[in-house]
């Protein structure tokens, strides 16, 4: 019979159903996926088009004029914006509203049209987690910024409009709900064991071994206990930070070879599937509490949720984490 | 600039990106649907295949036998199913988990392979909503069962593996966080104002008349104020009932005529959009409040959500409710 699974960190409940159950190998990309040039003439993300699009904010190497291997641009449509106040107003009493304020950045990863995370080498990793991070720290500065989200969308079941490789930046005036909720769990987990939730869960991943895909330099990648999709991974660091800004450039080092690992095992292992990465970190000016640990999540776009998810709020996997991440642990690359 | 509107029923908040604002219009089905079979004969929910399937739970004309109009199942490949005991367990100090107990049903919309909902007759929407709701107060009756969702997956995009025109009724031994969030909501509400949020909220619509889609026999279509998606529709009843086993048999004749109307509004405004279609009641054992409104809940799956709102919980909503819902208040059909 199926089994119920809750997230320790949102409280969620995940339905794990093994009457549907999938074999790993069962969640191969199906869709043909045609050879990409390397080159686009059209793209704006394509070196020698940088004037297709805003002026830009950091590059990788820092030059106005030469090559490029990161470049951080304003998105050209952004979804929020750096002016207006933040004022709440209230409508008729129950709608309330407020200006869009926020920041809305674009990473461009490569200058090759067709490259990919999973098929750079570590260096290349590093450069674009540095860059993620250089601008966290800098928008974390801005007294209306009280979010900030870093996400990358890989593919068209991921929600990508453009294949050139990139990840986007976004600061919000609020904190997400979700984002509150998880503190709340974690806030309350400290004040029952005083200690933190994350590092707790991490280590009790670490003690049961069966969903731990790889262990690197203070990283711990694995499936978790309540995936809500096949191969959803998370990788958690093991020092203690609640903030994405706070790791060293070495921490950075380190997560970039796990992130490629990862990455590229999920290449082989689906044949490059669809997926949304997001690195979560506390809310700005929140910050330097024993309860959070920043983290980054890969979640692979091979399924897709239906009404039963839309309306309750639970999802169910047809893939049982233990069998995945084994999959993914012997998985030789 | 974009604008932020918080959903009062949930306090999630929502971007309005009027940067990135697409025209009603602009929503049409991409993809071209091939005209469908009226019979299929290797399709488990064609007449003639009754034994590929469980066994009849309810049909109407209530026979064995002869022709049936609507057919309830269980479903083949259930959830959850109603055997095990429903103790929480908990593994290594922070995993809980516990049985996938529960109910999991599929009611058969039409005989005909290739009818939908929008295109039905007023009798025969009335007919699929009797047998939910008939289900309902059976399940409903369970010991075990602490929430049941009524869903229908339309399309692909929407999460729908078999054509053949059906909806499902999956009830579960826990209430899901989704909707404890959204009582929790409603009964802080009801503490402050002395009044149920979902009417409050309906007539606030009612005044403002914007986001009104129709009116009709006691039942507000709208698009919220706070739309996670384009074209999202609610349904509300304006009768205060927290259970949707409560409403009259009058009362599921004028839903079947509301939704079979809104339904085929969007079938002709956007081409036959994949949809998720929801039916939200209060927790089993806890009706009898006056904080709730059991509601009906269209949602297209005409945008995919991306790595910001994975990570974020905060949905990014490309269209203006107002001017969708005047499109479809305006729409002739």
Request: with cysteine; hydrophobic share 35%; charged share 20%.
């Amino acid at each position: 019979m199926s089994e119920l699974r809750q997230d320790p960190t949102t409280k969620e409940w995940v339905i794990i159903a093994t009457e549907r159950r999938k074999r790993p190998s069962d969640f191969l990309h199906q869709e043909a996926t045609a050879e990409k040039p390397s080159s686009v003439s059209s793209c704006p993300f394509c070196p020698g088009n940088e004037n297709m699009t805003p002026d830009k904010i950091l590059s990788f190497p820092d030059s106005d004029t030469g090559p490029w291997r990161v470049r951080v641009i304003g998105n050209k449509f952004p979804a929020v914006a750096p002016n207006g106040d933040t004022a709440r107003q209230v409508e008729q009493g129950c709608f309330l509203k407020m200006n869009g304020v926020g920041v809305h950045e674009v990473v461009v990863e490569s200058p090759r049209h067709n490259m990919t995370l999973a098929l750079m080498n570590d260096s290349q990793v590093t450069e674009v987690l540095l860059a993620h991070q250089q601008r966290y720290n800098v928008l974390a500065q801005l007294p209306y910024i009280k979010s900030l989200i870093i996400y990358k969308n890989h593919g068209r079941n991921a929600g990508t409009t453009l294949d050139h490789p990139h990840s986007q930046i976004v600061g919000t005036a609020i904190v997400p709900r979700h984002m509150r909720t998880q503190y709340e769990v974690a806030i309350s987990y400290y004040d029952d064991h005083g200690s933190c939730l994350y590092s707790d869960l991490t280590e009790r991943e670490l003690e049961a071994g069966t969903r731990i895909v790889m262990e690197s330099n203070g990283f711990v990648v694995f499936h978790p206990f309540a995936s809500r999709r096949p191969f959803e991974t998370w990788i958690m660091p093991r020092a203690q930070q609640d903030s994405f800004g706070e790791a060293s450039e070495e921490d950075i080092q380190h997560l970039a070879c796990v992130l490629r690992t990862t990455l590229l095992k999920l290449y082989r292992a689906l044949d490059n599937p669809d997926f949304n990465l997001v690195i979560s970190s506390a809310p700005i000016g929140e910050e330097r509490a024993d309860f959070y640990q920043w983290n980054l999540r890969i979640i692979p776009r091979i399924t897709q949720p239906a009404g039963f998810e839309v309306g309750s709020g639970i999802y169910i996997n047809p893939a049982l984490p233990e069998e995945t991440a084994k999959f993914m642990r012997d998985l030789q690359i």
